[in-house]
């Protein structure tokens, strides 16, 4: 079976090209706070290779010998949303059905009418705690998708985890990392019990640190595509890599997207006998953004939350007005990764410059509409005279019923030009 690059769902060596998850995270800072009974946070974007590197960490530390490692993703217990008991005990099967898999241990079934008996405010503690008393090694404990659950389901997990943290490690995991696209501070939290915010803060104050998961590196994203070439023979034009790069800037799922794209989707790209070239890596571009894959679709739903647009708006506007954004929103903005820092805020890509202000004004470019190709010469070019002028006529005539439409209204003129354009 031929690998093939992987865009949903942790990487499976057999199946994937791949760079090593290990390699991913900083494994000795990690071993670190492990060994020094620490709690600590890992988080990144979606789709950039967290669930792959927790689970090749509870692999390198069985292996190792030393502790007693479990992988748990606690997304089922979303859909609970408040309803803590029904949470707390998706959580508990959750942990019997990741120890059956992984350490071939059914502890948590055995007990689990016990523990649930408990109540969903205790249960998940209590469940916790009585199985590292009877566990032969320390018990370190990786939580996925952490930021997925909702209301005062998570606040009880949280203060669980924190109330257990003064019996590590004989009753208690040692080391608990909590994984997901946020840090704990940026949580959030409606307490339909307390009827007011809570903050991850003050829920999990025991975190010791905030770890994340690096994108590809100029020289990963060679080292990626150059394991096709060695698999299949299928050679990349050499300045494929440098586009590559440009275009993602290391982003692991556009990375993988595009080499996806153009050696598996597109028919020329099939054929390996044939190299990839940049002509054929600019279309697998222009198709990822014009598909709005669930990786779109996800990033230009965080566009309607106010703090991103807090962010998001004076950017596109090129606005100098960004010193009064207030530090946490950059950083949600940042640790989504819709942005980074270098020298000054700016988009983290160039496919996500092109993604963002094309969702923004989607439903302005549907509803406009122009004769086709009014402004291509007999010869075939664009006539950007001809073009530019025809938008100040349509601007002038529009503008004032148009830019009231976009939720950016700051940016309106930049999204009706990129609306007009599309």
């Avoid at 669930?51 to 030393?66: H, M, P, V």
Wanted: charged share 25%; aromatic share 10%; glycine share 6%.
């Amino acid at each position: 079976m031929e690998k093939f690059f992987n865009t949903a769902g942790p990487v499976v060596a057999e199946n994937n090209y791949m760079i090593d998850p290990l390699k991913r995270i900083n494994k000795d800072e990690i071993m670190t706070l492990i060994d020094n009974w620490r709690y600590f946070i890992l988080h990144a974007p979606r789709q950039t290779g967290k669930t792959s590197s927790l689970l090749a960490l509870q692999d390198y530390i069985n292996k190792e010998g030393r502790y007693k490692c479990l992988y748990v993703n606690v997304e089922p217990a979303q859909a609970a949303r408040s309803k803590v008991e029904d949470g707390i005990k998706a959580i508990i099967v959750e942990l019997g059905s990741s120890a059956s898999l992984y350490l071939n241990e059914d502890y948590f079934f055995e007990h689990l009418n016990t523990f649930i008996a408990y109540g969903g405010y205790t249960a998940l503690k209590t469940a916790l705690s009585r199985w590292c008393q009877q566990s032969e090694k320390p018990v370190i404990l990786l939580i996925d998708e952490i930021d997925s659950l909702v209301g005062d389901t998570l606040i009880s997990v949280l203060r669980q985890l924190r109330a257990g943290y003064t019996k590590r490690p004989n009753a208690f995991p040692q080391s608990i990392i909590l994984c997901g696209v946020r840090d704990v501070r940026d949580y959030r939290i409606f307490s339909d019990k307390d009827q007011q915010m809570i903050t991850g803060g003050s829920a999990f104050n025991v975190k010791a640190k905030s770890l994340t998961v690096g994108d590809f590196s100029k020289e990963e994203i060679k080292t990626l595509y150059q394991q096709h070439t060695q698999e299949t023979g299928q050679e990349f034009e050499e300045g494929i890599f440098d586009l590559a790069w440009d275009y993602t800037r290391g982003q692991p799922w556009l990375v993988n997207a595009l080499a996806n794209e153009v050696c598996f989707e597109n028919k020329a790209g099939r054929d390996r006998t044939k190299p990839i070239t940049a002509q054929m890596f600019e279309g697998a571009k222009k198709a990822l953004i014009a598909r709005r894959d669930t990786h779109i679709d996800q990033l230009a739903d965080k566009l309607k939350e106010d703090r991103v647009r807090r962010v998001i708006e004076p950017i596109l506007e090129g606005s100098n007005e960004i010193d009064d954004v207030s530090e946490d929103d950059i950083q949600y903005c940042e640790d989504l990764g819709l942005i980074k820092r270098e020298g000054s805020l700016e988009v983290a890509n160039e496919i996500y410059r092109e993604v963002i202000p094309r969702s923004l004004s989607y439903a302005t470019q549907r509803t406009i509409y122009q004769e086709p190709q009014w402004y291509v010469d007999a010869d075939g070019k664009l006539n950007m005279m001809k073009l530019l002028t025809n938008f100040q006529q349509f601007f002038r005539e529009h503008s004032e019923s148009w830019l009231t439409r976009f939720k950016y209204e700051e940016a309106g003129p930049q999204l009706l030009l990129q609306a007009f354009l599309q």
